[in-house]
């Protein structure tokens, strides 16, 4: 089962889907991951089992929707004055955030439990939202950049197989090598 759109923006569906969030939250940070279940959610929450299994079908459909949220951005992207520092900015504050330890469980549940790769669409239009907001910038101040599938091709991809595969020692040096060698 897939999560259910969300029918109307505001009401009960808000609320309900918000107290969740909140639920799982507080009871990971409280009790540690483990200690997930959607009964326990659901009692947090004041709502039924069944409202959670029959909006997210299972704990790790949830998991990827509370995940999903929480990789949103908070705004706009810094405006530092020129495309090169607005998109180094942002590219070093995406890999540090990507590529903590909250980011990177969050980056897991968001696509464990995305049997559809609805939550991987969402989370690779955050970031194609950021980089067109840097390039729409960069055309307004009459600036030379390239494309939003370029910058996701040669700076976004990298970034995201060596947090997700090759973990290490991921720095701003790393992203700013990834920038150098940007094409147009």
Do not use: K
């Not at 569906?13 to 009964?39: D, F």
């Not at 995305?114 to 970031?127: F, P, V």
């Not at 939202?129 to 990298?158: F, K, M, N, S, Y």
Request: with cysteine; glycine share 8%; hydrophobic share 40%.
């Amino acid at each position: 089962m897939s999560p259910q759109p969300m029918a109307r923006p505001g009401g009960r569906s808000a609320r309900v889907q918000e107290s969740v969030h909140t639920a799982v939250r507080e009871i990971e940070a409280e009790s540690g991951r483990a200690a997930l279940t959607v009964p326990l959610i659901a009692t947090r929450a004041g709502v039924t089992p069944s409202t959670i299994y029959r909006r997210w079908g299972d704990l790790r459909e949830l998991l990827a929707d509370v995940a999903v949220r929480r990789l949103r951005p908070d705004g706009p992207p810094e405006d530092r004055g020129s495309f090169t520092d607005d998109l180094a900015a942002w590219a070093e504050q995406f890999l540090d955030e990507m590529s903590s330890p909250p980011g990177r469980a969050y980056l897991r549940d968001a696509l464990l439990g995305d049997e559809n790769g609805d939550s991987a669409g969402q989370c690779s239009a955050y970031a194609a939202e950021q980089v067109e907001t840097i390039l729409a910038r960069a055309a307004a101040r009459g600036e030379a950049a390239p494309d939003v599938e370029t910058v996701l091709d040669h700076v976004v991809a990298p970034m995201m197989y060596r947090i997700l595969f090759r973990p290490g020692a991921l720095d701003h040096a790393y992203a700013r090598r990834l920038l150098a060698g940007l094409p147009g």
